[in-house]
């Protein structure tokens, strides 16, 4: 039995996110994507809790898809829930290099598990959490990036910044 995460901020969720763990979980047992809940150098938009059930409704249909949050070391969270894998997502060769840095630190960490990363689907290369929100804070139509249900969380979080 494989067990994967996918760990990440998904502040908020988006359908990239949603096609990398659509296609890790054919692959894996069990995929659980961990929202992680540490200090960060980003400024969140949505609260853990806000994130977490935005998270849990986007993915309540994908079969084998858990949702989770962690505070701690990634590596030390997947041994902790008996994980082998950790998922990511590489959208274009600006990715590359964080992300392959943070895979060699892993491995350094703990060479029990292995770093899956998951070429993005060519429809969601071009864009992340922060394009969806600057679009979003601006008033564009954001419908075709995220979950439906998130239209509505982006509007209240702007809204409610105004
Ligand atoms: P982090 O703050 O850890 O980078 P994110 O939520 O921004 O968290 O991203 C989590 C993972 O999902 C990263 O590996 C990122 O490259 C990947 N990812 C983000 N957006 C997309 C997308 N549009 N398509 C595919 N992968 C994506």
């Known amino acids: 039995m494989t067990i994967a995460v996918y760990p990440g901020s998904f502040d908020p969720v988006t359908n990239g ?3 990398i763990v659509t296609r890790a979980a054919r692959l894996f047992d069990t995929v659980i994507m961990a929202v992680f809940d540490g200090p960060s150098k980003k400024n969140r938009l949505f609260s ?14 994908i079969p084998r898809v858990k949702v989770d949050t962690y505070a701690n070391l990634t590596v030390d969270y ?15 060769a600006s990715d590359f290099e964080y992300e392959f840095q943070i895979a060699q630190i892993y491995q350094t960490q703990a060479p029990d598990i292995d ?9 969601y290369t071009f864009f992340s959490s922060s394009m969806v929100k600057e ?15 998130v239209v509505p969380a982006l509007q209240g979080a702007y809204g409610r910044k105004v």
């Open 48 to 61: 853990i809790e806000e994130r977490i059930a935005l998270l849990k409704e986007a993915t309540r249909e």
């Open 78 to 92: 997947a041994r902790s829930v008996g994980a082998s894998v950790i998922v990511r997502g590489l959208r274009a």
């Open 17 to 19: 996110h949603l096609d």
């Open 135 to 149: 679009i979003a804070s601006l008033g564009g139509d954001v419908s075709w990036l995220v979950p439906s249900h």
């Open 115 to 123: 770093v899956v990363l998951f070429m993005a689907g060519h429809q």
